[in-house]
Protein backbone atom coordinates (compact mmCIF):
# COMPACT_ATOMS: atom_id res chain seq x y z
CA UNK A 1 0.00 0.00 0.00
CA UNK A 2 1.49 3.53 -1.27
CA UNK A 3 1.38 6.55 1.72
CA UNK A 4 -1.15 8.64 0.74
CA UNK A 5 -0.55 12.40 1.58
CA UNK A 6 -3.87 13.85 3.39
CA UNK A 7 -5.08 16.89 5.34
CA UNK A 8 -6.27 16.61 8.57
CA UNK A 9 -10.00 16.60 7.54
CA UNK A 10 -9.49 14.75 4.57
CA UNK A 11 -8.02 11.89 6.89
CA UNK A 12 -11.17 12.06 9.20
CA UNK A 13 -13.37 12.04 6.34
CA UNK A 14 -11.62 8.82 5.23
CA UNK A 15 -11.59 7.40 8.70
CA UNK A 16 -15.43 8.21 8.64
CA UNK A 17 -15.88 6.08 5.38
CA UNK A 18 -14.05 2.87 6.41
CA UNK A 19 -15.89 2.41 9.67
CA UNK A 20 -18.55 -0.75 8.80
CA UNK A 21 -20.53 -2.33 11.05
CA UNK A 22 -21.17 -5.96 11.35
CA UNK A 23 -24.52 -7.91 12.23
CA UNK A 24 -26.11 -11.02 11.91
CA UNK A 25 -23.32 -11.81 9.43
CA UNK A 26 -24.10 -8.82 7.39
CA UNK A 27 -21.47 -5.65 7.03
CA UNK A 28 -22.62 -2.43 6.26
CA UNK A 29 -21.30 1.09 7.21
CA UNK A 30 -21.30 2.71 9.80
CA UNK A 31 -21.99 6.50 8.20
CA UNK A 32 -24.45 6.60 5.41
CA UNK A 33 -23.38 10.31 4.87
CA UNK A 34 -23.40 13.85 7.12
CA UNK A 35 -25.65 16.08 7.76
CA UNK A 36 -24.42 19.80 8.58
CA UNK A 37 -25.41 23.68 7.41
CA UNK A 38 -21.69 25.36 6.94
CA UNK A 39 -20.59 28.07 8.84
CA UNK A 40 -22.24 27.62 11.88
CA UNK A 41 -18.76 26.00 13.66
CA UNK A 42 -17.73 23.89 11.07
CA UNK A 43 -14.01 23.83 9.92
CA UNK A 44 -13.62 25.27 6.67
CA UNK A 45 -11.10 22.24 5.43
CA UNK A 46 -14.35 19.57 6.18
CA UNK A 47 -16.01 21.11 3.37
CA UNK A 48 -13.13 20.61 0.84
CA UNK A 49 -12.62 16.82 2.00
CA UNK A 50 -16.41 16.65 1.76
CA UNK A 51 -16.64 17.52 -1.39
CA UNK A 52 -13.58 15.86 -2.48
CA UNK A 53 -14.96 12.32 -1.08
CA UNK A 54 -18.47 13.11 -2.29
CA UNK A 55 -19.19 9.79 -3.65
CA UNK A 56 -18.49 8.04 -0.79
CA UNK A 57 -19.80 10.13 1.89
CA UNK A 58 -22.63 12.51 0.64
CA UNK A 59 -23.41 15.78 2.58
CA UNK A 60 -27.14 16.51 2.98
CA UNK A 61 -27.72 20.09 3.52
Known amino acids: MATQRLTLAQAIIKYLI ?3 VERD ?3 NEFFGGTWGIFGHG ?13 SEMPYYL
Open 18 to 20: NQH
Open 25 to 27: GNQ
Open 42 to 54: NIGGVAQALQQYS
